[in-house]
């Protein structure tokens, strides 16, 4: 049966016509959609803030300590005291008697390094630190003042014991070639 381009476009729209109404009309009649959950928490009811009555600090002590502190660095940031630059550890000489109990502060024993050298290059002590780093050991280096000038100490470490510092200052002389020595280090 063929059908008229009239006809077609009739029965066209038509099926259009009822596909649309059987989408829209029952919407129409549809009851209220439910309301739909907040992806966010609702903002919580406002908050009373309290002020902090458990007492303000003693500025005077706050004060007096940071004046203590600023006495104890000089201009370049160099502790007046040890001459090392703040934040560096500190090398000190090993003690001569009773090595693991002499020395301790505060009640904590004390960590010891093997200082491997001291330059007055810092470029030579900064590639003398890679070097043992590269090599898997915790080398650190520190930053001294004094009569002579500033010079850059080279060490392995901290280490706890003073046993295990004197081994490792017999391995790092014989793996390098360096005089070592065992120094109690701090911060």
Same mark, same amino acid.
């Given at each position: 049966?063929? *059908?008229?381009?009239?006809t077609?476009?009739?029965?066209t ?7 649309? @109404? ?9 009851? =209220? ?7 966010y928490p !609702? @903002?919580?009811?406002?908050?009373? +803030? ?7 600090a003693?500025?005077?002590e706050?004060?007096?300590?940071? %004046?203590?502190? +600023?006495?104890s ?13 703040i934040?560096e ?6 003690? &001569?008697?009773?090595? $693991?109990?002499? #020395?301790?502060? %505060? #009640? *904590?024993?004390?960590?010891? &390094? ?10 030579? &002590? /900064?590639? *003398?630190?890679?070097?043992l780093?590269? $090599?898997?050991? !915790? @080398? ?5 003042r ?7 100490r ?8 003073? /046993?295990?510092?004197? @081994?490792?200052?017999?391995?790092? =002389?014989?793996r390098y070639? *360096? $005089? ?8």
């Amino acid at each position: 049966m063929k *059908l008229s381009e009239q006809t077609r476009h009739r029965v066209t729209g038509t099926v259009f016509l009822v596909a649309v @109404a059987a989408i829209v009309l029952p919407m129409l009649f549809d009851e =209220e959609p439910p309301e739909l959950e907040r992806p966010y928490p !609702a @903002a919580p009811p406002e908050l009373a +803030v309290q002020p902090d009555s458990s007492g303000v600090a003693d500025m005077n002590e706050l004060t007096e300590a940071a %004046g203590r502190l +600023v006495d104890s660095v000089d201009a370049d940031g160099f502790a007046t005291d040890t001459g090392v630059r703040i934040g560096e550890p500190v090398l000190l000489p090993e003690l &001569a008697a009773e090595p $693991d109990s002499a #020395g301790t502060e %505060g #009640g *904590l024993e004390p960590a010891w &390094a093997v200082q491997v050298g001291a330059f007055s290059n810092h470029a030579n &002590a /900064e590639a *003398l630190r890679e070097r043992l780093r590269a $090599d898997g050991y !915790a @080398a650190l280096k520190s930053t001294i003042r004094s009569d002579a000038g500033e010079s850059t100490r080279v060490a392995v470490g901290p280490i706890i014991s003073r /046993e295990d510092a004197a @081994a490792l200052e017999q391995e790092l =002389e014989r793996r390098y070639s *360096l $005089d070592a020595v065992v120094r109690r280090v701090t911060h």
